[in-house]
């Protein structure tokens, strides 16, 4: 019982680590849309 929950929540914190990942691109640019051209350099 106690590898089964072991082994979920790796499987759980690889996912999130996954999402993570993915996601960060889309919120930087969703951020960067705000921001003011001078605000870049």
């Known amino acids: 019982m106690k590898k089964h929950t072991i082994s979920k929540m790796m499987i759980h914190l690889l996912l999130l680590a996954g999402v993570v990942i993915v ?19």
Do not use: E, G, Y
């Open 23 to 41: 996601a960060f691109p889309f919120v930087w640019m969703i951020l960067s849309s705000f921001k003011s051209l001078p605000d870049f350099f």
